[in-house]
């Protein structure tokens, strides 16, 4: 593989130069994936700084108003990068209550002059909803009354299709608060105008249903443009893909709003969820919007690197607007090897009911046991049928449960997930546990309840085992409880996997390894031959080019090792003048460099960050205090 090569400048009054070499690889990228999330809307004036640095990523996230204000921008990022995707951002659910002005924001303009006022969320008491400072939030449900044979999602998904995605600029859309429910917001809404506040879960269906219907409408519009969402990881029939965004500052390791176990999940369940091509996107915080913070960048970028997704890191959701890159960044890892499996098998005996084998009901007086459980059969495809009859209410009177299973091993203070299907004969609640099978049947998860509706639905659940330390697979059971109520409900797919991840994460790739320490301790991993650490200036005691077969990983760290030692391009020669426009530098052209970088600092040893990529061999900047410079030669 090639490596970058460069060299140490600085201008401070008079002339210095200093020549190093710190090297980094860079070819045409499989893995890692990047992303950056550009949400301030710029100038033509700013294109020749701004330009050659958003094209060097590999998927653009910008504003909607970007195509119609500055499309020279998106122009010039494709001529440099012909590869990239570039979607055009937009909220689904709310808009600036701040009146946009039609030369700087034409497109907000004319959203707020064609949105009806019957479109707007109303809480019970005819109070406005927002979720996000300064908006105003709109009503996505069915119940929007229609104007001129649109209500709101269906008004905004033709706006979508014929303002922004008729440019050819963009290659998608990036749906940003969509949400699956809506009730978390105010426990005042009043979606359907009937003065009455709505039962929450009645709501939310109504919101993912609007969603949905949506979602729906723009794809049959733009059958080949990607739609990329952000809030949810539910709405997937007809998404390309979705964002996980790092929101909570409060945590410095971990601010998603889901456990690691969670994170980790959903990234390998949507790649199979999405329509192809899949473009899931994960955009993390730095803490105290430190830029330098690599131990936190290396953490996300190497959980990043279990699944798919492509990989961003900025100040966060207050201000996306930073086009900070890492060493990391540059290297080639190539393809994976392996899945990055973190699931573990399903231990539970014939989840899929091909027979009532292994599964026993537990029916207490006075329930009738008669009949209690049957084979049912929905269009070939057989389950649990579980009859509840002469109930006194009490949940454990009747339980569908797997016991005696010597595969059940449960393990202390572990992820697991529990999925099944479920319906019943009324809309109800039944509970879901894993418990002891003996003495006082102590609960081992916390409770887990479960809404059922007339129709199948899948349910899943993440849990943390508790004291399980002394039981054996004997000593666990898996249960249902459904006494409650009398009806009928149906059981099937179920299954409960640990979710690995309280280890060292690794991933092997074509070109090297990525691992990934999400615990809270230190941890020593062996590796089964010699790799070496990348070359790079941002975090030099990590990124020395060192072999290694041994690492140990700080709590919450993440390292990405090759599989070659990492070789330089020649180094450019550097000339340093001082003009009346600025600091101008000039070099000679290195063999097999296709382009150079260009970084600066107030510090001749740290802080580096890249000002400018560029084809040509000359870069002028503008600076009036002290600088230092690298220049660095990509293949």
């Not at 927002?130 to 104007?147: A, I, K």
């Not at 046991?369 to 009859?387: F, K, V």
């Not at 454990?396 to 595969?407: G, I």
């Not at 031959?529 to 140990?552: D, M, W």
Request: net charge negative.
């Amino acid at each position: 593989m090639q490596k970058e090569g460069f060299k140490l400048l600085s201008y401070f009054f008079l002339l210095i130069i200093f020549n190093l070499l710190i090297v980094n690889s860079l070819e045409a990228l499989s893995y890692p994936r990047t992303l950056n999330y550009y949400l301030d809307n710029f100038s033509i004036n700013e294109n020749s700084t701004l330009v050659p640095t958003l094209a060097q990523y590999d998927f653009l996230i910008l504003d909607m108003e970007m195509g119609e204000v500055n499309p020279q921008a998106l122009s010039e990022i494709r001529n440099i990068n012909p590869e990239i995707k570039i979607l055009a951002y937009m909220t689904v659910e709310e808009i600036t209550t701040t009146y946009c002005y039609p030369g700087t924001y034409p497109l907000r303009n004319q959203l707020q002059n064609e949105i009806q006022d019957s479109w707007w969320l109303k809480t019970a008491n005819h109070q406005n909803v927002s979720f996000w400072p300064g908006t105003r939030m709109l009503n996505c449900t069915p119940c929007c009354p229609e104007v001129n044979g649109n209500n709101w999602t269906t008004y905004f998904s033709s706006f979508i299709t014929n303002e922004i995605l008729s440019n050819s600029l963009w290659d998608g859309y990036f749906a940003d608060c969509l949400f699956a429910s809506v009730s978390w917001i105010n426990s005042e809404i009043d979606c359907n105008n009937d003065n009455i506040v709505d039962n929450p879960q009645w709501l939310d269906s109504q919101w993912k249903t609007g969603m949905e219907n949506f979602l729906a409408q723009l794809r049959q519009s733009n059958p080949n443009k990607l739609i990329v969402g952000n809030g949810n990881y539910y709405l997937w029939d007809n998404l390309n893909g979705v964002m996980f965004e790092e929101l909570e500052g409060s945590n410095p390791n971990f601010g998603f709003n889901i456990t690691w176990a969670q994170f980790f999940y959903y990234q390998q369940m949507l790649d199979t969820f999405h329509q192809d091509p899949v473009y899931n996107l994960v955009i993390a915080r730095q803490p105290n919007n430190n830029p330098n913070n690599y131990q936190h960048m290396r953490l996300m970028l190497t959980a990043t690197l279990m699944g798919s997704a492509y990989f961003g890191i900025d100040k966060g959701p207050e201000d996306h607007s930073d086009t900070w890159l890492y060493d990391e960044y540059n290297i080639d890892l190539g393809q994976p090897l392996e899945s990055g499996q973190i699931l573990g098998d399903n231990p539970l005996y014939n989840g899929s009911f091909a027979n009532l084998n292994y599964w026993q009901t537990e029916v207490h007086y006075p329930l009738n046991p008669s009949n209690s459980i049957l084979l049912g059969n929905d269009g070939g495809n057989t389950y649990a049928e579980c009859h509840i009859n002469n109930t006194d209410g009490v949940f454990w009177h009747y339980a569908l449960k797997q016991d005696n299973n010597s595969s059940l091993y449960f393990l202390n203070n572990e992820n697991y997930l529990i999925e099944f299907r479920a319906r019943a004969d009324h809309n109800r609640i039944i509970q879901v546990a894993v418990s002891e099978n003996f003495g006082n049947y102590n609960w081992l998860t916390s409770a887990i309840t479960a809404e059922l509706t007339t129709e199948w639905q899948n349910y899943t659940f993440f849990v943390q085992s508790m004291n399980t330390a002394n039981l054996t697979p004997n000593q666990i059971r898996f249960i249902f409880f459904m006494g409650q109520e009398n009806g009928t409900i149906g059981i099937d797919d179920v299954s409960i996997r640990h979710i690995d991840i309280n280890r060292i994460l690794k991933r092997e790739f074509e070109n090297g390894i990525v691992l990934c320490n999400p615990t809270s301790t230190s941890k020593t991993i062996n590796l089964p031959r010699t790799y070496y650490h990348l070359e790079g200036s941002q975090a030099p005691q990590v990124n020395n080019g060192l072999p290694c077969s041994t690492v140990n990983l700080p709590a919450y760290d993440g390292v990405i090792l090759l599989s070659e030692p990492p070789q330089p391009l020649e180094s450019p020669i550097v000339t340093i003048n001082k003009t009346s426009e600025g600091i101008l530098l000039y070099w000679q052209a290195v063999s097999g460099a296709n382009s150079y970088r260009i970084l600066s600092s107030n510090d001749p040893y740290f802080g580096f960050q890249p000002i400018a990529t560029i084809t040509n061999t000359n870069f002028l900047d503008v600076v009036g205090n002290r600088k230092f410079y690298k220049v660095i030669a990509i293949p």
